[in-house]
C-alpha cells in the first residue's frame, strides 16, 4: 500500500530534524574532539563529512528503533475495511489476504461514492446500477 500524505509529511519532518541536528551536531562535534578548549569553526569540508555521518547514524537509529507496522494482510473470514475518513471500503469475506466475495466501495477525492463493485470468486465486476 501507498503511504497516505500524513505519514509522507510525518517522514519528511522527522528527516528534516535528522538533517538539522546533524548539521548542528558537525557544527559542534570537532570541537570537542581537540584538547584545546576554544571554540572554533569547522571548514567546509569537515562540516559536510560530520553532517553526513552524524546523519546516517542518526537515521540508522531511528530506522532500527522504529516500531513494527501491523501486516496489510486480511485474515480469512468476513471483514468490513474502511478508509481514513471512515468510509466502508470493502465488505465481505476474504482469503489469504484477498477479498473472494463481497463489495467493494470506490470513492472520488472529494469522498462521494463514485461506484460500487461486486467481487465474485476474487474477480470484481462493476455495478450497473
Keep these: 500500500m501507498h503511504p497516505s500524505k500524513k505519514e509522507i509529511k510525518k517522514q519528511l519532518t522527522q528527516a528534516l530534524i535528522v538533517l538539522v541536528l546533524s548539521i548542528g551536531g558537525a557544527l559542534l562535534f570537532p570541537n570537542f574532539l581537540k584538547e584545546n578548549k576554544s571554540l572554533e569553526l569547522p571548514n567546509i569540508n569537515d ?61 472520488k477525492k472529494d469522498g462521494t461514492l463514485s461506484h460500487i463493485e461486486n467481487c465474485i470468486n476474487g474477480v470484481y465486476t462493476k455495478d450497473v446500477s
Design 47 to 107: 562540516i559536510v563529512l560530520w553532517t553526513l555521518v552524524i546523519f546516517a547514524v542518526l537515521s540508522t537509529s531511528l530506522y532500527i528503533n522504529k516500531p513494527k507496522e501491523k501486516s496489510d494482510k486480511v485474515p480469512d473470514g468476513y471483514h468490513e475495511l474502511y478508509n481514513e475518513n471512515d468510509q466502508v471500503t470493502k465488505k465481505g469475506m476474504f482469503a489469504s489476504g484477498r477479498q473472494i466475495n463481497g463489495t467493494k466501495r470506490v470513492y
